[in-house]
């Protein structure tokens, strides 16, 4: 059965290369805003009394064949279930993010750090709703088994965290290092951006 789609706007980041996180991250630096299709801007109506949203998104540049096994960049070393990962590389390319909002002017919708490439193209916004949503027995899976989970967990998020030789690191959980520059041309300011990867 053939499923068709429609774009109703754009996701614009920073991110233009590999420098894209596997997650999103709230603090990342750089713009991160949403253009909705004018069309569609009636609905965003009481969208601003929500603090999070569900963002789902094409991921219009994964190319790769899909694998049916395939291995975290959090723990490589461990083979899992596609369906079992966040991987890009799936059936369907939909891409699923949780990125807060902090502003919503008219079609326009400022957020969080959101784990997309600019440009890629928006299919749907959903509020992220606490009673329904927070499940309060929810655990992370097979990452709770791996002796460093804790470690992990802390390098996925870009916490400040401790490793075993004793020293403090901060990781921004993305590739490699690189630096970025967005521009555009209405009411965002317009900075450089330096990105920090170590994934």
């Not at 990342?28 to 805003?33: T, V």
């Not at 963002?55 to 959090?74: A, F, G, K």
């Not at 059936?91 to 807060?100: A, E, H």
């Not at 690189?178 to 951006?193: C, G, L, P, V």
């Amino acid at each position: 059965m053939s499923i068709t789609f429609q774009s109703i706007g754009t996701i614009h980041t920073p991110y233009f290369d590999l420098n894209t996180p596997h997650q999103p991250i709230p603090n990342a630096p750089g713009d991160f805003w949403i253009t909705l299709d004018s069309e569609y801007a009636g609905a965003l109506e009481t969208l601003n009394t929500f603090n999070y949203i569900y963002v789902l998104y094409h991921l219009s540049e994964v190319t790769q064949p899909i694998e049916l096994l395939t291995r975290s960049p959090w723990a490589p070393e461990k083979e899992i279930g596609l369906f079992a990962s966040r991987s890009s590389k799936r059936p369907n390319p939909i891409g699923l993010s949780i990125v807060q909002i902090k502003e919503i002017r008219g079609n326009e919708l400022v957020i969080s750090g959101i784990d997309a490439y600019n440009g890629t193209p928006l299919l749907d916004i959903k509020p992220y709703m606490h009673f329904l949503d927070s499940k309060e027995d929810a655990n992370n899976g097979w990452l709770d088994a791996l002796p460093e989970s804790k470690h992990i967990v802390a390098h996925a998020l870009g916490l400040p965290h401790d490793h075993d030789h004793g020293h403090n690191h901060h990781h921004h959980t993305s590739h490699d290092d690189n630096q970025t520059s967005h521009d555009h041309d209405h009411a965002h300011r317009h900075t450089r951006h330096l990105h920090s990867h170590n994934d």
